[in-house]
């Protein structure tokens, strides 16, 4: 699979997708990423990308052409354009599963003070990764990139992976997890997973993931109903 993201700041954007599974998965070539600069498609002398608003008001608004032409410019018949956006429906799970299955995804990442208008006719969808606003689109391209990425096939190890499957994605918060030591601040690891007996394990963690949901994420719980119960 290829990510191609849409970004002013590409530079930023890499390092934190260069290290963990993902960035093990990019340095074996089994996904890949890519940056693609606006600003190298400016028609402009000064490279300029970003312009004042019609009808007043304050910053700039990110021109439709650079826009427009830097996702041309890598857009495939097999591509899926996604604008990241405080407008945008949210993002989840499911979402990142959805895309996941996809060869080619480019992530648009908005600046200034918005995009004009009309480049939304460029984008398939329009996500949002939570009800607040962030400056750049980036930290959402980060967040859908590394959602999306883990679940390519070979990413995580099988191990990690099959783990994933049977918890945590089907609608409950994950299991407490505990390493050494035995008792830290007072605090002792649950005997059950000392107990060397799987069964009994696997048990206890059945039983603390939906407690943690009950008490964390009750809404999870209510929305898996509701889904079951359709
Ligand atoms: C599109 C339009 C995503 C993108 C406006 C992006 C939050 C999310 C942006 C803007 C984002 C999210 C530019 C408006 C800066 C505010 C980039 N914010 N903004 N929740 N910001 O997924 O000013």
């Known amino acids: 699979m290829k990510i191609d993201v849409v970004t002013l700041f590409g530079p930023a954007l890499d390092p934190l997708l260069s290290i963990g599974a993902v960035g093990r998965a990019r340095a074996r070539g089994l996904v890949e990423l890519g940056f693609v600069n606006p600003r190298d498609f400016s028609r402009d002398k000064h490279r300029k990308v970003d312009d004042r608003p019609y009808g007043g008001g304050a910053g700039m608004i990110l021109m439709a052409e650079p826009l427009a032409a830097a996702v041309k410019s890598v857009r495939k018949k097999s591509s899926r354009v996604v604008f990241l956006s405080p407008q945008g429906r949210r ?36 996500i ?82 939906r407690a943690a949901t009950r008490k964390k994420r009750p809404d999870l719980l209510k929305a898996r109903d509701n889904a079951l119960r359709v």
């Open 91 to 126: 993002f989840a799970q499911a979402d990142a599963r959805r895309l996941a299955k996809l060869k080619h995804l480019i992530l648009v990442c908005g600046r200034y003070e918005g995009v004009d208008e009309r480049a939304a006719a460029l984008f398939d969808e329009e």
């Open 128 to 209: 949002s990764i939570g009800d607040y606003v962030l400056s750049g689109g980036e930290p959402a391209a980060a967040a859908v990139a590394d959602a999306v990425l883990r679940l390519v096939p070979g990413v995580l190890e099988k191990a990690e992976a099959a783990e994933r499957e049977s918890f945590a994605e089907d609608g409950a918060l994950d299991y407490p997890q505990y390493t050494r030591p035995r008792v830290w601040r007072g605090k002792k690891v649950p005997a059950a997973l000392l107990s060397g007996n799987h069964e009994e394990i696997a048990l206890w963690r059945r039983k603390a993931a």
